[in-house]
């Protein structure tokens, strides 16, 4: 069973910075793509980021510029920075591995940007 974990999400002043971390269960080194998405309350789920095979990323327009995204192979793991936070970006956040046709999903960790 492939598993997702997501952590490092918590209570940040706007301004500031986070870093999540997901780390996978198999290995995500020819995983067609891994993203990063976002639900917010009363929401629908967004696609953040993404993290294609060959190292192409994507962004949503919300965050270029303060997010990033990338991936350590030798670790199963992918990683979203989120620089200069806003209140908008207050949402619980899910970690997707697209691999073998199927796409798996993590619990989600829960980002709060309030002062």
């Known amino acids: 069973q492939v598993q997702l974990v997501e952590s490092g999400g918590g209570l940040v002043q706007p301004g500031g910075s986070l870093r999540l971390s997901c780390a996978a269960s198999i290995s995500i080194f020819s995983a067609y793509a891994m993203g990063w998405y976002r639900q917010a309350p009363g929401k629908q789920r967004e696609l953040v980021a993404s993290i294609l095979s060959g190292d192409r990323t994507t962004y949503a327009d919300s965050v270029k510029g303060r997010f990033t995204i990338s991936r350590d192979n030798a670790k199963d793991t992918v990683y979203l920075q989120m620089n200069s936070l806003k209140s908008d970006d207050t949402a619980i956040y899910y970690c997707?591995?697209?691999?073998?046709?199927?796409?798996?999903w993590g619990r989600g960790t829960q980002v709060t940007v309030s002062s």
């Open positions: 997707c591995l697209t691999k073998f046709g199927f796409d798996y």
